[in-house]
């Protein structure tokens, strides 16, 4: 059975390897996108899935994507990847800047999550996969905003496992190390060749890397997983 599979942030790194994964497993896709309309294009052209452009915090866009997906039925999977990074001095952080971080990175999981939870919880079924950041485990110098807010979608993924649990539903966070995206585009040879001496595995990861982790979680095979933080990082100790 065809499965319906939501995607935040859906039009580049991370996010579109997601889509091209569950596209590839045979899952009717939907991918949310702020401002990429060149590769959400792309991407819709490439697996046939299904872009809706809007801003993840907004309640008002969110229920664009909600219209969307009940064309075809209700939401099997949610994939709550949204996010942004930024590198400051904790002394350079302004309140604007604190407060869209946070509006994009915890704010918008809530948003996608209340819309979309209702039909999961109807249906006694579903999966919530959530985007954190091992930078959210230990904390990243010259990014506190950003630490603190993937924090959070750690501290969010328990304790909602907890309470849709008797629904059926499982949620579970993957926490990321470096990975070769945009995100990390800023890091010079220099830091990633010091991140590569850190990582056992010696090399950086590829969204494949992380988009392998939600499809399982996604699965059946993962049914009795849930309230989890899983971490991909190379076995870097944290």
Known sequence: MMRNVLVTGGSRGIGAECVRKFAQNGDRVFFIYKNSDNEAKALSDETGAISVKGDVSSFCDMEKAVIEVHKYGK???????????????????????????????????????????????????????NISSMWGETGGSCEVHYSASKAAVIGFTKALAKELGPSGITVNCVSPGVIATEMNSHLDDDDINALIEETPLEKIGKPQDVAELVLYLASEKAGFITGEDIKVNGGIII
């Open 75 to 129: 939401l099997d999977v949610l994939v709550n990847n949204a996010g942004i990074s930024e590198i400051k001095m904790f002394q350079d952080i302004t309140e604007q800047d604190w407060d869209r971080m946070f509006s994009v990175n915890i704010k918008g999981m809530f948003v996608v999550s209340k819309l979309f939870a209702g039909d999961m919880i109807n249906s006694k079924k579903g999966r919530i996969i």
